[in-house]
C-alpha cells in the first residue's frame, strides 16, 4: 500500500482508495467472501444506503411533486436508486440486499415525512422504526454464509 502526503499529512488511506478503485474497473463481478465477525462496512454496502437515499427521495416525489421540473427529479432518483441498487445485488446477497434496502428506505421516508412535511411524530412510530432498523442490523450483520455440498466442502 503507498502513502501519499498532502500538505505534510501521510494519507495512507489513498493506497486502500486506488485499490477500489482498480478493482472496480475490471468488468467481472468479484466474489465478495464474508467471515464471520468482519463487520466493516465495504462499498456496495455503502451503495445501498445510497441507494435508500435516492429511493427516500422518490417516494417523496411521489407524494409532492407538483411541477415537470419535481416530476423530473423524481423520475432520476428512480433511476439513479434502482441502477446502484442492481449493481450492488451483483455483489451481495439478493434478500439481504433487498431487506436492507426496503427497510432502510421505509425508515428513512417516515422520518424525512415527519422532519420535512410536518407529520406527527408518535411515540409508537419511532420505536416501530428502531424495531425495523434493529432487523435491517441484524441481517446485516448475520450476513451470507456459502452452502456446503454433500461432500462437506464450501460451495463458490
Known amino acids: 500500500m503507498t502513502a501519499y502526503s498532502a500538505s505534510g499529512i501521510s494519507c495512507a488511506g489513498w493506497g486502500i482508495l486506488e485499490t477500489a478503485v482498480a478493482r472496480s474497473a475490471s468488468s467481472e463481478p ?13 462499498r456496495y454496502w455503502l451503495q445501498i444506503v445510497g441507494a435508500c437515499v435516492f ?18 427529479l ?27 434496502f426496503v427497510g432502510l428506505g421505509t425508515a428513512g421516508t417516515v422520518l424525512a415525512d415527519m422532519i420535512l412535511f410536518g407529520d406527527p411524530v408518535k411515540p409508537i ?19 451470507h454464509e456459502p452452502a456446503a455440498d454433500k461432500s462437506g466442502k464450501e460451495a463458490v
Open 30 to 42: 468479484q466474489q465478495v467472501r464474508h467471515q464471520k465477525g468482519d463487520f466493516i462496512m465495504n
Open 55 to 72: 429511493e427516500v427521495g422518490w417516494v417523496i416525489g411521489l407524494k409532492h411533486a407538483d411541477t415537470a421540473l419535481e416530476w423530473a
Open 74 to 100: 423524481t423520475a432520476v432518483c428512480i433511476l439513479i436508486s434502482f441502477y446502484v441498487l442492481l449493481n450492488a445485488a451483483r455483489h451481495l446477497p439478493v434478500g439481504t440486499v433487498y431487506a436492507v
Open 125 to 143: 412510530k419511532l420505536a416501530l422504526i428502531g424495531v425495523l432498523l434493529i432487523g435491517v442490523v441484524g441481517l446485516k450483520l448475520l450476513g
